[in-house]
Every structure is written in structure tokens, then in C-alpha cells.
């Protein structure tokens, strides 16, 4: 079993939809919580960054923690057709030095 | 923030042949370091390169397939050695500054061995 679990997709919306993306992680020790957005051919882009429990909003991105149920969720409002890419989710813990484990990524198509 | 910048952004190998990649950061950073991310596949951290000592490599990678230098605070290259076609991939430096958590990621170098 891999320690970060991320639907594969394709997740396909229509415009202006709310996205839902989440994580489940078998680990408890991860502390620090990360979503990247990598378009094809691109390297991966940090969207949010959230420490422990709770939420985050940045604009129409809103990131989610729940350490008791090791699920996170990022929800992107008002989607775009640029919103169109693969959304990974990251994670480390706080002994791990430098090292985040990644989820295998979900691929979204935001249709006009 | 900073522009990371990677050499080549992809190549066309013949197996057995090695090739260096070069990712340069237009400020001095922390930490870098080196992932692979297969196709079709996540992320995964090939090692943490360390200014003027060796690099760390995470279990299942290997100094002598995977040679990594970092001469300063801004530079490192990665050298994929005698490839193989299961070396194609995307290769990818990350950096880290002081007192952060996150990790910042450059362009990406796509990888082809034939």
C-alpha cells in the first residue's frame, strides 16, 4: 500500500464548476501538507501549503487538512479551462529532513 | 520567487551513454535536490544534493548510476550513467529555502533512451 493515496482521474468539469480534490495518507506523523499543479511538459507549481489541521483559502483555491480521518482536499471555485492539469498533493513529516512524499497525481480537464 | 532554470529540457539518448543535467537558481538556496518522475507516475527523491560533500541518495538509488555535484549555493548537475531505457523519464530539481518547508521545483529535463 502506498502511504499517499490520489484518485488518478480524469476528473472532466464543466466551466465554472467547483473542483474536489483530496488525498488519503496512512501515515500520522506527516505534519506539513502541499498541492502542486504541474501542466504537461511543465514542472510542478506550488498552489497551497498548510502546517497540521485546518483550512486555507487563497483565492479561489481552498485546501483542507483532517488529521483525524488522514484526508486532505483541495477545492478549486469558479473553475477555468487554464485550470486544466495534474493536481499533485504532497506531504512530510516533521523527522523526515527534507523529503516529501507525493501522491501519483490527478489529471483535471475543465471543458468551456 | 526564484527562477530555476534546467539543461537540457529534454534529450534523445542511445543506451549505454551517461548524460548531465544542470539546474541553476538565480539565488543562493538552502537545499537542492533531485527527482524522477516516471510516466505516468509521481514524484520520486533521488537524493539531496549537498554543497561541498557528497549527495544523499534515498534507498534504491545509487552514487554510481546517479553522480551528483554542487559546487555552490545557486548549482548541480545530475549525471544519469550507462543508460538504459528504463531510465527515460522526466528528471526534475527542486529547491528549498532556509526555515521553509516547501519545495520549489524547475522545468524539468525530459529523458529518451533508446
Known amino acids: 500500500q502506498k502511504e499517499v493515496e490520489q484518485d488518478p482521474g480524469p476528473l472532466s468539469v464543466p466551466e465554472g464548476a467547483i473542483v474536489s480534490l483530496n488525498c488519503t495518507y496512512s501515515?500520522?506523523?506527516?505534519?506539513?501538507f502541499m498541492w502542486y499543479r504541474q501542466y504537461s511538459r511543465k514542472g510542478p507549481e506550488l498552489l497551497m501549503y498548510t502546517y497540521s489541521s485546518g483550512n486555507k483559502e487563497d483565492g479561489r483555491f481552498t485546501a483542507q487538512v483532517d488529521k483525524s480521518s488522514k484526508y486532505i482536499s483541495l477545492f478549486i471555485r469558479d473553475s477555468q479551462p487554464s485550470d486544466s492539469a495534474t493536481y499533485l498533493c504532497?506531504?512530510?513529516?516533521?523527522?523526515?529532513?527534507?523529503?516529501?512524499?507525493f501522491g501519483g497525481g490527478t489529471r483535471v480537464l475543465v471543458k468551456p | 520567487s526564484a527562477v530555476i532554470s534546467q539543461k537540457p529540457s529534454r534529450d534523445i539518448c542511445q543506451r549505454g551513454t551517461s548524460l548531465t543535467i544542470q539546474c541553476q537558481v538565480d539565488s543562493q538556496v538552502t537545499m537542492m535536490f533531485w527527482y524522477r518522475q516516471q510516466p505516468g507516475q509521481s514524484l520520486t527523491l533521488i537524493a539531496t544534493a549537498n554543497q561541498g560533500s557528497e549527495a544523499t541518495y534515498e534507498s534504491g538509488f545509487v552514487i554510481d548510476k546517479f553522480p551528483i555535484s554542487r559546487p555552490n549555493l545557486t548549482f548541480s548537475t545530475l549525471t544519469v550513467s550507462n543508460m538504459s531505457p528504463e531510465d527515460s523519464s522526466i528528471y526534475l530539481c527542486?529547491?528549498?529555502?532556509?526555515?521553509?518547508?516547501?519545495?520549489?521545483f524547475g522545468p524539468g529535463t525530459r529523458l529518451l533512451v533508446l
Open positions: 527542486s529547491v528549498r529555502w532556509d526555515g521553509q518547508e516547501t519545495q520549489y
Open positions: 504532497a506531504m512530510k513529516r516533521r523527522a523526515a529532513g527534507n523529503k516529501l512524499t
Open positions: 501515515n500520522s506523523a506527516f505534519q506539513y
